[in-house]
């Protein structure tokens, strides 16, 4: 069977594209929703705690940890989707704001670049600081720090035209111990990381947080092969809505339906039709003890992620059963349907 269908366009009737804008405004007033910009290897991501001061501006919110601002064009397209995490019974759900690939290129720089002040920023405070970017040459994503602290400037541009890596400038660890402000900027928006870098061997916060990961870098993939993004089509942003059965810390929590049912209604208005049917056809048989056995099924990634997350949520909603177990056993989940980045935050 094919991959996933191309996603239809906008609706050339509503040119304010409303679907998009109420799922965007729907959920940036939810605290429990998060969001990332990136690419595999580099990535930023925003979530906030429902305590935490907020101010929500239109198409943003921001926290004294950082911040998201939202500027979705109308060609953008939002793919909702599942995938198995880690080796137990999570699973993660995400919406991907897709473009195509053209659209969505940013300057793709490869060598460490001042920029001028950001006269972008989310807080007046930090209009006036430096935006360097830190040429990682990635597609889809333009990753930068901010600072105005003298001394990590003069590192910075002593390094101009080099790779953040080059062992002779020591840039990768000053950024690391001076810990200056992350802004990473797509096609769809800018997210703000105002949280300090965890040391060496430290792990990431609940909340904004970057990851900057060579080795995947070098992979120089945009997005999993998990995830139902059609051929020549790239993720500029993501949604994570509000997880049924997980914090936004990947910790089990009890199970939410209300939550559950909210995100397969999303699953309808905006993910692949062809991996619905797959996910329905499974938890049909399961639910009428029918094994695996004579069912012909895709076997492209998605596809087989869509499975194992049938059978996840079945653990979840109905418990196990032989026919479970059997269907368990012949799709059992593989390394490479897991998230490469192994990161719980967002659900």
């Not at 995400?94 to 659209?103: M, R």
């Not at 997005?223 to 020549?232: Q, V």
């Not at 076997?299 to 049938?310: F, L």
Request: proline letters at 13%; glycine letters at 8%.
């Amino acid at each position: 069977m094919a991959g996933p269908a191309m996603p239809p366009p906008p609706d050339e009737t509503d040119p304010a594209n409303a679907p998009m804008r109420l799922l965007v405004a729907d959920q940036l007033t939810d605290p429990a929703a998060g969001w990332s910009m990136g690419t595999l290897g580099a990535i930023a991501e925003f979530g906030r705690d429902p305590r935490e001061p907020a101010t929500r501006g239109p198409n943003s919110v921001v926290t004294p940890r950082g911040g998201i601002r939202l500027l979705p064009s109308d060609d953008v397209v939002p793919i909702a989707y599942e995938t198995p995490a880690g080796s137990n019974l999570h699973w993660r759900q995400s919406i991907a704001f897709c473009l195509p690939a053209d659209a969505a290129r940013r300057a793709v720089r490869t060598a460490v670049t001042e920029l001028g002040p950001d006269d972008d920023a989310l807080r007046p405070q930090d209009t006036g600081a430096i935006l360097f970017d830190l040429g990682l040459g990635t597609p889809i994503v333009d990753a930068y720090v901010r600072t105005a602290d003298p001394g990590l400037i003069a590192e910075l541009r002593a390094a101009e035209g080099r790779s953040l890596f080059d062992p002779g400038t020591g840039l990768a660890a000053a950024v690391a111990t001076h810990s200056p402000h992350r802004v990473f900027v797509t096609a769809c928006g800018r997210i703000e990381v105002f949280a300090a870098i965890p040391p060496p061997g430290g792990r990431s916060p609940t909340g904004p947080h970057t990851h900057l990961l060579p080795h995947l870098l070098a992979q120089n993939r945009t997005h999993p092969a998990t995830a139902p993004i059609p051929e020549g089509w790239v993720p500029s942003a993501y949604i994570y809505p509000a997880h049924p059965a997980a914090d936004p810390a990947g910790r089990p929590m009890s199970f939410d339906a209300a939550r559950h049912v909210a995100f397969q209604a999303l699953l309808v208005e905006f993910g692949d039709p062809v991996l619905g049917a797959v996910k329905a056809g499974v938890i049909a048989a399961v639910r009428a003890r029918r094994g695996p056995e004579g069912e012909h099924l895709p076997t492209h990634p998605p596809a087989r992620a869509a499975i194992a997350v049938a059978l996840r949520q079945l653990a979840v909603t109905d418990g196990t059963s032989a026919a479970f177990h059997a269907w368990r056993r012949q799709h059992a989940t593989t390394p490479d349907l897991l998230d490469p980045e192994e990161d719980p935050n967002a659900g």
